[in-house]
């Protein structure tokens, strides 16, 4: 079974604007965690924002932050003042906890985000 | 900070040879993973490693290949004999232990982008 879905292949917005990319995960663990990696065309991965599943406030880190709805099992990021850099493929993950940390993160198939000047 | 580093960036070989991609993770990382990129397979989790132990191969396509930690800053995954169907990026990443949290991300090498003729 699919754990995160993203149901989004690509988007378009437009520079200065807001957008929001969908992500949504299945688990029946608890204890989860939450990430969001950016992979430009350059082809790095790089790690953007975390939200953990019993985080009382959703996470943000400058102009990323995250959407979490925890009974609907989403996690949607939300880039504000959208510019041309932040065109790229995203890609949401998630790392159960289960017993113990085992550091492995499950990944979507990523959304690919195209920012219009 | 040096991040995890790879080697070499780019690999252009013929079928039938041995190919070895290299990685050195973070200082004090004491996990470390190795991804497949494909187009049409998205980002896949190979093999995992921690504190130089091999956790989980599940991923790991078949008896061709192969991945070892000899020590804790150094890792290889070998393929023997490559394959076209081999033709991918392979991305290194580590991450810390999990006394540290969590909300620890795991931090990607730039890939190897590996071309089997």
């Known amino acids: 079974a699919q754990k995160i879905t993203q149901t989004q292949p690509g988007m378009f917005v437009q520079e200065k604007e807001a957008v929001t990319l969908d992500c949504t995960y299945d688990?029946?663990?608890?204890?989860?965690?939450l990430f969001w990696y950016k992979q430009p065309s350059s082809g790095e991965m790089i790690f953007l924002i975390y939200q953990g599943s019993y985080d009382q406030q959703n996470a943000t880190e400058g102009r990323y932050s995250l959407n979490f709805q925890k009974a609907r099992k989403s996690a949607n990021l939300v880039i504000s003042a959208s510019q041309l850099g932040d065109s790229a493929m995203y890609f949401c993950?998630?790392?159960?906890?289960?017993?113990?940390?085992?550091?492995?993160?499950?990944f979507g198939q990523g959304t690919t985000l195209q920012v219009k000047p | 900070d040096a991040g995890v580093i790879q080697s070499p960036r780019h690999e252009v070989t013929e079928m039938g040879q041995e190919v070895t991609l290299r990685c050195k993770p973070i200082s004090g990382h004491d996990y470390l993973f190795w991804y497949r990129q494909t187009m049409m397979r998205g980002l896949e989790l190979l093999i995992y490693f921690n504190n130089n132990v091999p956790i989980d191969d599940s991923g790991m396509p078949e008896d061709r290949f192969s991945a070892k930690m000899p020590n804790a800053s150094f890792s290889t995954l070998k393929i023997q004999p490559s394959e076209p169907r081999d033709s991918a990026v392979y991305f290194c990443a580590s991450s810390p232990g999990d006394d540290r949290g969590s909300n620890q991300p795991q931090h990607f090498g730039d890939g190897t982008r590996l071309s089997i003729l």
């Open positions: 993950a998630m790392r159960e906890g289960r017993s113990g940390n085992t550091g492995k993160l499950i």
């Open positions: 688990t029946s663990d608890p204890s989860y965690g």
